[in-house]
């Protein structure tokens, strides 16, 4: 069984419309939840945390649903500039840096 | 100015030769992770460094690969004889606010022929 398994994609989403997607973990013992954007060939670059009782920041809302072990990332009114992959990334308890354990990524293309 | 850079952005290698890949960064952390990304799969872990030391390491970090960090900044990946496995993105990262969190370099591509 897969870690942290995203759908890859791609998803192909209008300028201006809401995207959601969502990312499974195994382990319950996980305890830090992380969105990560990447570009093509890019470094992975922090979004944000996912809290237990989740955040918003500007347009992008991440959720944590610990009892169905899923992580959830929303984005309103996308922009062009949205398109990336994006990464969920989950930490087990008690672990530093090392302990994190990245999805594939789930490619999105904001289309005009 | 980036906060990690690294060196090379992209060496291209022979199978069998000793490579080694730079990372410098800019503030003064104490924690440095190595992590690769093989072309279209995800991120994976290598090694993690804390107070000039191996802290951690994963199973892909095996005897052909050390890391080192000389002269008390730059920090290095070396792999002592590359195989065509080898061939990816190589990621420095330093330790952020939280120590969860991640700044990556801008990444060295390694390609194997």
């Known amino acids: 069984r897969k870690e942290v398994e995203q759908d890859p994609g791609p998803f192909n989403v209008p300028e201006g419309a809401t995207v959601a997607f969502n990312c499974t973990y195994s382990?319950?013992?996980?305890?830090?939840f992380f969105w990560y954007r990447q570009d093509c060939r890019k470094e992975p670059k922090l979004l944000m945390s996912?809290?237990?009782s989740g955040n918003e920041d500007g347009r992008f809302t991440a959720q944590l649903n610990r009892a169905s072990q899923y992580i959830s990332l929303l984005i309103r009114d996308s922009k062009l500039s949205d398109s990336a992959t994006y990464l969920c990334?989950?930490?087990?308890?008690?672990?530093?840096?090392?302990?994190?354990?990245f999805g594939k990524g789930t490619h999105l293309i904001i289309q005009p | 100015e980036p906060e990690v850079t690294q060196t090379p952005s992209h060496q291209v290698t022979q199978m069998g030769q000793e490579v080694i890949l730079r990372c410098v960064p800019i503030?003064?952390?104490?924690?440095f992770y190595w992590y690769r990304q093989i072309l279209g799969q995800k991120v994976e872990f290598l090694v993690s460094?804390?107070?000039?030391?191996?802290?951690?390491k994963s199973e892909i970090f095996d005897d052909q690969f050390s890391v080192e960090r000389p002269d008390g900044s730059n920090f290095t990946l070396k792999i002592r004889s590359t195989k065509l496995e080898d061939s990816a993105m190589y990621f420095c990262?330093?330790?952020?606010?939280?120590?969860?969190?991640?700044?990556f370099g801008a990444g060295s591509r390694l390609t194997v022929l």
């Open positions: 990262a330093r330790g952020g606010s939280g120590a969860n969190v991640l700044t």
């Open positions: 382990n319950s013992a996980s305890q830090s």
């Open positions: 460094f804390y107070n000039n030391e191996i802290s951690e």
């Open positions: 996912v809290y237990s």
């Open positions: 503030s003064n952390h104490l924690y």
């Open positions: 990334v989950v930490n087990v308890a008690g672990g530093g840096a090392d302990g994190l354990t």
